[in-house]
């Protein structure tokens, strides 16, 4: 079939669609979004640098992307307290939602713990996560401060770190996890 004959061209739509580029023609308004002269639609606006720092969150495995500032186990253990704890569970055993605190059994024994501290392979990622989701309803208010201070209390209640250590971000990226090698590692090309 040639293009002469595609129904398209012949069918009713064809003739809708003819009749509203010549309404646009015959009020000489360019089109939106594409400029006078230009074929190339104009659309959306360039972000700023600081637009770009308010979405640029991701934190790398080995610490890459961390803020500055700090906190500890203590200071953490109040804010689970306020913000978490009515749905992760007093002392982070689980309610509602997973329990982030479980025993330290490894992936490969009878009855798996699959809770942060003894499955999820790098520290640095807990900070991401609390970072971009936490609390729920009113994700990215808490501060770094605050985050570094969870991550340190859910890192003492999973017995990995001592309940003096500040996090930071050089300590947070020092800390091994004791599932660190228990994944197949993927590099993207
Ligand atoms: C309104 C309920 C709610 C509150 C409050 C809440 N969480 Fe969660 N959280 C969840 C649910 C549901 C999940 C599992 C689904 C998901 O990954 O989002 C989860 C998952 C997590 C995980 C990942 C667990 C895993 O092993 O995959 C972490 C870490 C976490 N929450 C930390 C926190 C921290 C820290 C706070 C407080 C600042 C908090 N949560 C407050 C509901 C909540």
């Known amino acids: 079939m040639s293009m002469r004959d595609t129904p398209m061209r012949s069918g009713p739509?064809?003739?809708l669609a003819l009749a509203v580029f010549a309404t646009?023609?015959?009020?000489a308004e360019p089109l939106p979004g594409i400029q006078p002269g230009s074929q190339a639609p104009t659309l959306g606006t360039p972000m700023s640098a600081d637009d770009i720092t308010s979405w640029n969150?991701?934190?790398?495995?080995?610490?890459?992307?961390?803020p500055?500032?700090?906190?500890?186990?203590?200071?953490?253990?109040?804010?689970f307290v306020t913000y978490c704890e009515r749905c992760h569970g007093v002392d982070g055993r689980g309610a509602t939602a997973?329990?982030?605190?479980?025993?330290?059994?490894?992936?490969?024994?009878?009855d798996p713990n699959k809770?942060?501290?003894?499955?999820?392979?790098?520290?640095?990622?807990?900070?991401?996560f609390i970072r971009r989701n936490k609390p729920p309803e009113n994700s990215g208010s808490l501060s770094n401060d605050e985050i570094y201070s969870l991550t340190a209390y859910l890192?003492?209640?999973?017995?990995?770190?001592?309940?003096?250590?500040?996090m930071n971000a050089k300590t947070l990226a020092q800390v091994?996890?004791?599932?660190?090698?228990?994944?197949?590692?993927i590099d993207a090309p």
Do not use: C, H
């Open 98 to 110: 997973d329990e982030l605190v479980g025993p330290p059994t490894p992936p490969t024994d009878a």
């Open 24 to 27: 646009s023609l015959s009020a």
């Open 115 to 128: 809770s942060i501290g003894s499955y999820w392979p790098y520290a640095t990622t807990i900070f991401d």
């Open 68 to 79: 500055p500032g700090q906190g500890t186990p203590e200071q953490g253990r109040s804010l």
């Open 176 to 185: 091994k996890m004791p599932n660190r090698d228990g994944f197949i590692r």
């Open 57 to 66: 969150l991701t934190i790398f495995p080995d610490g890459r992307g961390l």
């Open 13 to 15: 739509l064809a003739g």
């Open 155 to 166: 890192l003492v209640a999973n017995q990995i770190i001592g309940e003096q250590d500040v």
